[in-house]
């Protein structure tokens, strides 16, 4: 099999038909329309979701709470997985994200204080819980926020 000799599926490729051209192309005098009614005008046909004048289907659902736009996404980790980072080495988004502790770091990202943290490390992230910056700060590290 190679490339050059592919072809589509036969069927699968139809040469678009020029209706409204008279009898002779065989599909004359209303062009495959029909002969009456809203959907044979130019311009015809109805919006979508429009069910004939009938309450439509999106308005007759109820529509429950929002979706706020101005919320951030921060991504939670524990402190306790700052320990695979080296004593003194500084810990930022760029490099919890190298060491595949979060995968996608989205708007931000916050340390919380569960577990514990046997590393001296100065790590600058979004936000920390207040407990994480007791223990990076107790083992004489900094937390900087961003």
């Known amino acids: ?19 409204g051209r ?5 599909n004359g005098k209303f062009a495959g329309r029909g002969r009456d009614g809203q959907n044979s005008r130019s311009g015809g046909g109805v919006r979508p979701g429009f069910e004939g004048g009938q309450m439509p289907l999106y308005r007759r ?12 996404e921060i991504v939670d980790i524990d402190i306790s997985l700052l320990n ?3 004593d003194g080495e500084t810990v ?14 989205r708007d931000g990202i916050k340390i919380l204080g569960t ?4 590393k001296k490390v100065n790590v600058s992230v979004n936000a920390f819980s207040k407990s994480a910056k007791e223990k990076i700060e107790a083992l004489g590290g900094k937390a900087e926020v961003i």
């Open 92 to 105: 930022t988004v760029e490099a919890i994200t190298q060491k595949g502790i979060v995968k996608n770091p």
């Open 1 to 19: 099999m190679n490339l050059s000799q592919l072809k589509p599926s036969p069927g699968s490729k139809t040469e678009s038909f020029r209706v």
């Open 115 to 118: 577990g514990e943290l046997t």
């Open 84 to 86: 695979r980072f080296e």
């Open 61 to 72: 659902l109820p529509k429950r709470g929002f979706k706020n736009r101005n919320s951030k």
């Open 22 to 26: 008279g009898h002779g192309s065989g």
